[in-house]
């Protein structure tokens, strides 16, 4: 069976520093891999997807995501953090022989610091 | 804005009552889901449809059922409803179906069951 798994469940950083949300995922075939971010009172929105081709994904508003295969991991960065960013992000893989069905991660809030 | 449209963005019922759904996919998006996000059991896919059929099941309870209508709109049938049923429930819409899909999100239905 496939999932994924948020090794933070918080993730607090100041405005202009780093971002880094974990992400690991088990699969027994080359998964397709997204993040998706939630705002408050606000639906949920793609940032990025891995689907094969580059290892290095890049998505909307800087953010990025490697999937490297030996380390199962889809981990998601930002080189410097906006107020903006702060948010839910959700880890997602993609269940191919359920008509793709996605499965969530349980899901990292991001706090953003002046 | 996805283009997705869920109504009613916010429903208060009481327990043993039932509610209806509704959403709208974007335009010429032939797939429709339906997820629940509460707070202890994070984002949940339900079920999905594709073209007027379903085609993936989740975990859905035998108290909720789903239907999507020639017009490609979707309604979530919850029934006898507990307090337990208390949740955002989003659509999400996709032009086909399969892994690679990019899933469009609706805002949303927060029910409350009192």
């Known amino acids: 069976a496939q999932s994924v798994t948020q090794l933070d469940s918080h993730v607090s950083v100041s405005e202009g520093t780093p971002v880094l949300l974990r992400c690991n995922y088990s699969s027994s075939y080359s998964p397709s891999l997204f993040w998706y971010v939630q705002h408050p009172n606000k639906g949920l929105q793609l940032l990025l997807k891995?689907?094969?081709?580059?290892?290095l994904v890049k998505g909307i508003n800087g953010f990025e995501a490697e999937f490297k295969k030996s380390e199962t991991s889809f981990h998601l960065t930002k080189p410097s953090a906006h107020m903006s960013d702060a948010a839910e992000y959700f880890c997602v893989v993609s269940d191919i022989w359920q008509g793709g069905k996605l499965i969530f991660g349980q899901g990292t809030e991001l706090s953003v610091k002046p | 804005d996805s283009g997705v449209t869920q109504t009613p963005k916010h429903l208060i019922t009481a327990t043993g009552q039932r509610v209806t759904l509704r959403c709208s996919p974007r335009?010429?998006?032939?797939?429709v889901y339906w997820y629940q996000q509460s707070l202890d059991q994070g984002l949940q896919f339900l079920i999905q449809y594709y073209n007027g059929e379903e085609r993936a099941k989740g975990n859905i309870l035998e108290r909720f059922s789903a239907q999507q209508f020639p017009d490609l709109h979707s309604e979530l049938n919850l029934s006898s409803l507990e307090l337990g049923d208390s949740a955002l429930y989003f659509c999400?819409?996709?032009?086909?179906?399969?892994?690679?899909?990019?899933?469009?999100f609706g805002s949303g239905t927060q029910l409350s069951v009192l």
């Open positions: 891995y689907t094969s081709a580059a290892t």
């Open positions: 335009s010429g998006d032939l797939s």
């Open positions: 999400a819409s996709s032009a086909r179906q399969g892994a690679n899909e990019k899933l469009f």
